[in-house]
């Protein structure tokens, strides 16, 4: 595996292999790397002939007030972790390289970047697209790949690529948990011993929705009154929203008469979760990835 930082080693490493016929995935991250991530690589790793992973804790997707200064930067770790996936190439670059003086172009993408995540973190997503084109164009994959857990990203870099007609197919990847369910999460660290355990109440309100789901529950105001119910019996948790929408367009539903999916974020403690599920009929409750 190569460790690079700057654009131009990617442009070059990314040319040899197209020379030799491989298709390109790549995998972004922001580093502090877990088993989420590598499912992603392993994905990647399935699917292409040459995998570069990103590590760039991009400024711009962070609030003022959010955690860009604490979050967790782990590179030796990571990169040990790259190469034990079989990654051909990892991008680390800095800040500068990224965003040099004079920087002054931005994604906005409409509709999906106004609600939820876009409403308690503005600017957020206009940070994640321009930072992800900035990627794609930088690496030009063929693939790109992105967890569920991020479903509300998904859905915007989904569009981004749609309207914008960047040429890479855009790959799910299913959220990855703990033994309890807990999303795997590099902000899971910022958790007590306590509020850890506490946390498993976002996947218990997921399992109870889709429980009612299954058992033909298809009203989402009462979908969403068992999930505040089972989130609020947990003293250390505090909903910032917890809703029903259309899986598509993330826009409230009442009855359910198509795909939709679960949007939780949650306070526990200090840290900000995120997790969700899209609703399916199956009793045995298994996750189903979209598309
Ligand atoms: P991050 O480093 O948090 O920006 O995440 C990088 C990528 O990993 C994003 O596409 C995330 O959706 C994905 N990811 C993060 N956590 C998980 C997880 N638990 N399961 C699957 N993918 C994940």
Same mark, same amino acid.
């Given at each position: 595996?190569?460790?690079?930082?700057?654009?131009? *080693?990617?442009?070059?490493?990314?040319?040899?292999?197209?020379?030799?016929?491989?298709?390109?995935?790549?995998?972004?991250?922001?580093? #502090?790397?877990?088993?989420?991530?590598?499912?992603?690589?392993?994905? =990647?790793?399935?699917?292409?002939? +040459?995998?570069?992973?990103? !590590?760039? @804790?991009?400024?711009?997707?962070?609030?003022?007030?959010? %955690?860009?200064? =604490?979050?967790?930067?782990?590179?030796?770790?990571?990169?040990?972790?790259? &190469?034990?996936?079989? /990654? %051909?190439?990892?991008?680390?670059?800095?800040?500068?390289?990224?965003?040099? $003086?004079?920087?002054?172009?931005? !994604? &906005?993408?409409?509709?999906?970047?106004?609600?939820?995540?876009?409403?308690?973190?503005?600017?957020?997503?206009?940070?994640?697209?321009?930072?992800?084109?900035?990627? +794609?164009?930088?690496?030009?994959?063929?693939?790109?790949?992105?967890? *569920?857990?991020?479903?509300?990203?998904?859905?915007?870099?989904?569009?981004?690529?749609? %309207?914008?007609?960047?040429?890479?197919?855009?790959?799910?990847?299913?959220?990855?948990?703990?033994?309890?369910?807990?999303?795997? =999460?590099?902000?899971?660290?910022?958790?007590?011993?306590?509020?850890? *355990?506490? #946390?498993?109440?976002?996947? *218990?309100?997921?399992?109870?929705? $889709? #429980?009612?789901?299954?058992?033909? $529950?298809?009203?989402?105001?009462?979908?969403?009154?068992? !999930?505040?119910?089972?989130?609020?019996?947990?003293?250390?948790?505090?909903?910032?929203?917890?809703?029903?929408?259309?899986?598509?367009?993330?826009?409230?539903?009442?009855?359910?008469?198509?795909?939709? /999916?679960?949007?939780? #974020?949650?306070?526990?403690?200090?840290?900000?979760? !995120? %997790?969700? @599920?899209?609703?399916?009929?199956?009793?045995?409750?298994?996750?189903?990835?979209?598309?």
């Amino acid at each position: 595996m190569r460790l690079v930082h700057t654009i131009a *080693q990617v442009r070059e490493a990314v040319a040899d292999a197209r020379r030799l016929g491989s298709t390109i995935g790549l995998v972004p991250t922001m580093g #502090a790397l877990h088993e989420g991530h590598l499912s992603l690589m392993r994905q =990647s790793r399935r699917q292409c002939g +040459f995998v570069a992973v990103s !590590i760039f @804790i991009n400024p711009t997707q962070f609030a003022p007030s959010e %955690d860009f200064a =604490s979050y967790p930067r782990t590179l030796d770790d990571d990169a040990q972790k790259c &190469e034990q996936e079989g /990654v %051909d190439l990892l991008f680390a670059p800095n800040a500068l390289e990224m965003y040099p $003086q004079g920087f002054d172009s931005w !994604i &906005e993408v409409g509709g999906l970047t106004s609600l939820l995540e876009g409403v308690s973190r503005p600017g957020h997503f206009r940070g994640v697209g321009t930072v992800c084109l900035k990627l +794609f164009n930088i690496s030009q994959p063929d693939r790109a790949y992105f967890g *569920q857990k991020d479903y509300q990203q998904l859905q915007v870099i989904k569009k981004m690529v749609s %309207d914008l007609n960047a040429p890479i197919e855009i790959v799910t990847v299913e959220t990855q948990r703990e033994h309890d369910g807990l999303a795997l =999460s590099s902000r899971n660290r910022y958790l007590s011993k306590v509020e850890r *355990q506490a #946390a498993t109440v976002l996947y *218990q309100a997921l399992q109870a929705a $889709q #429980a009612e789901y299954a058992s033909g $529950q298809r009203d989402s105001s009462a979908l969403e009154q068992v !999930i505040h119910s089972v989130i609020t019996a947990q003293p250390l948790a505090e909903i910032d929203y917890a809703v029903v929408v259309d899986a598509d367009t993330l826009l409230p539903v009442d009855t359910i008469d198509r795909r939709v /999916v679960v949007l939780l #974020a949650v306070r526990v403690g200090l840290t900000r979760l !995120i %997790d969700n @599920i899209i609703l399916n009929n199956d009793a045995t409750n298994n996750w189903i990835i979209p598309d």
